[in-house]
């Protein structure tokens, strides 16, 4: 049987189709906050993935420090460790992680001697993606997370936080850390919070802290 040629209007369409899934792709929050951790590492830096899961955030840090940079990714599930494992073998960047498989309200245990030299510590909150849902970030935990996290950071060290509420995250965790986050000593930390202003139903919250 002849096969149909496409038409010209038919490929132009999925290259339109593309180039929007590009665009949109850009403008999601993990992306958004990307732009800001790629400004921020530099080679030779040490950094933390609070929140592994599947290893995207991991990997991108571990190709922003180099061969002489360290990155250390916590995550509880050891679905999301060895995804995270795995990732980074066929990236041949598995030498420059530690991957730890418990929570990050214990980095500083396990992150010793590092107070004030980590340059940028990345959370995800939430459940992993194709996962357990249940299996989520939870209040007490990233608060506990997050104050270590900020003795970590050295001056000029960022934190780069993506929040969720609504759906199967709820709105505990966002409001329990916006709470706390309002706290911190100006004279310390800038804290920048960021909204998709014209998305409907509970979009994401893409949070900036800037340790002065
Ligand atoms: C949205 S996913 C992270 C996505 C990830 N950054 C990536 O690039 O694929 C959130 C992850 O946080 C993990 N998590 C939940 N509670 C945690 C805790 N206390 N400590 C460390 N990780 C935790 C979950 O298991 C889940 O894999």
Known sequence: MERKKRSPETEKHKKEKRREIDRMEQVQITQWCRRFIE????????????????????????????????VWAFDIQEQAIEATRKRLAEKGLSDRARLILGSHAEMERYIEGAEGRISCIVFNFGYLPGGDHSVATQAD???KAIQQGLRLLKKGGLMSLCIYSGGDSGFTERDVLLDDLKQLDPKQYLVIVSEYYNRPNHPPLPVLVIRL
């Open 39 to 70: 400004e921020q590492v530099q080679e030779g830096d040490w950094c933390i993935d609070a929140t592994a899961g599947n290893g995207n955030d991991t990997e991108l840090l571990c190709r922003l420090v180099g061969e002489a940079g360290r």
């Open 141 to 143: 935990t990233s608060v």
